[in-house]
């Protein structure tokens, strides 16, 4: 079955960077498109980013633009998203998704 495990959340001052990776199995990675969530306290869900099968597209999120990508490797079956110019509103539980499965998700702290 579809196994995400994400990782590289953490604690973050305004201004900085996180890259979060989630490491795929069950299926071939390779074949499809990878997602990004994520979900703050009292807030519904909201897409992130999204990577086609071979990463020639990737679609944002409007309040991430221009400050987070989303890439992949398929030779490791992962995903990644790197998050610059963090913002307190980016504060919120990170997860990955793809063919109907999701991780446990990464938290991400951003805060002075």
């Known amino acids: 079955q579809v196994q995400l495990v994400e990782s590289g959340g953490g604690l973050v001052q305004p201004g900085g960077s996180l890259r979060l990776s989630c490491v795929a199995s069950?299926?071939?990675?390779?074949?499809?498109?990878m997602n990004w969530y994520r979900q703050a306290p009292g807030k519904a869900r909201e897409l992130v980013a999204s990577i086609s099968y071979n990463g020639a597209r990737t679609t944002y999120g409007d309040s991430v633009k221009g400050r987070f990508t989303i890439s992949r490797d398929n030779a490791k079956n992962t995903v990644y998203l790197q998050m610059n110019s963090l913002k307190p509103e980016d504060t919120a539980v990170y997860s990955c998704?793809?063919?109907?499965?999701w991780g446990q998700g990464t938290q991400v702290t951003v805060s002075s």
């Open positions: 069950g299926f071939t990675f390779s074949s499809y498109s």
């Open positions: 998704n793809a063919k109907g499965g």
